[in-house]
């Protein structure tokens, strides 16, 4: 099982949509999550951490499930400029040192159509 | 506020040349850092990180190889780079203090090998 996986996508939805992507992780230990944004041929850009409670920054909603090891990200009325990949990225213990390493999945891509 | 420089933001190289990549940051001590590559179409590949001078932790056997001379200087190396060395190289860092601290990416490097 790949330690973050992610649906590629493309997700193409309409302006104003709401759109959910999932990701889940392998590693029970793993302590944060996050989800970065990467545009085309551009460096990937931190957008939300996922907090075990949920959190909100607004268009865009992160839940956590510990107990299915599973990590959304909502978002509420699309802009075009939402048009991106989305990177779920889960830290992973590494070597049993206790020191930890970000994973990035492979992203899923979204396109807002006008 | 911390800021992460890298480059050159492009780079074509023949086949057998050397490579010399190099990323700084500024506002902030002793932190993590990190090189990673990006094949066309696929995930963050974690090359090689760093927690202080001298330290250099590699994650997979490649002809690449990384330096940290400085606290906040990182540089990736090639004496003789391989068709599949082209990619897009990012550079980040990360707070070393905290468990599972985001990482933030420089603008990447664009290398082509012909």
């Known amino acids: 099982r790949k330690e973050v996986e992610q649906d590629p996508g493309p997700f193409n939805v309409p302006e104003g949509a709401t759109v959910a992507f999932n990701c889940t992780y392998s590693n029970s230990a793993s302590q944060s999550f996050f989800w970065y944004r990467q545009d085309c041929r551009k460096e990937p850009k931190l957008l939300m951490s996922v907090y075990s409670s949920g959190n909100e920054d607004g268009r865009f909603t992160a839940q956590l499930n510990r107990a299915s090891q599973y990590i959304s990200l909502l978002i509420r009325d699309s802009k075009l400029s939402d048009s991106a990949t989305y990177l779920c990225v889960v830290n992973t213990p590494y070597s049993g040192a206790g020191s930890y390493q970000l994973t990035f999945g492979k992203g899923t891509k979204l396109s807002v159509i006008p | 506020s911390q800021t992460i420089h890298q480059w050159p933001a492009t780079l074509v190289q023949p086949v057998g040349s050397p490579l010399s990549l190099e990323c700084t940051v500024e506002g902030t001590s002793n932190p993590n850092l990190y090189w990673y590559r990006q094949a066309a179409g696929r995930g963050l590949q974690l090359l090689f990180y760093?927690?202080?001078?001298?330290?250099i932790s590699s994650e997979v056997p490649q002809n690449l190889s990384a330096s940290r001379p400085q606290d906040r200087q990182f540089i990736l190396s090639s004496k003789k780079l391989l068709l599949s060395d082209s990619g897009f190289y990012l550079c980040?860092?990360?707070?070393?203090?905290?468990?599972?601290?985001?990482?933030?990416f420089g603008d990447g490097t664009r290398l082509s090998i012909l």
């Open positions: 980040a860092w990360s707070q070393r203090q905290g468990v599972g601290q985001p990482q933030h």
């Open positions: 760093s927690v202080g001078i001298g330290q």
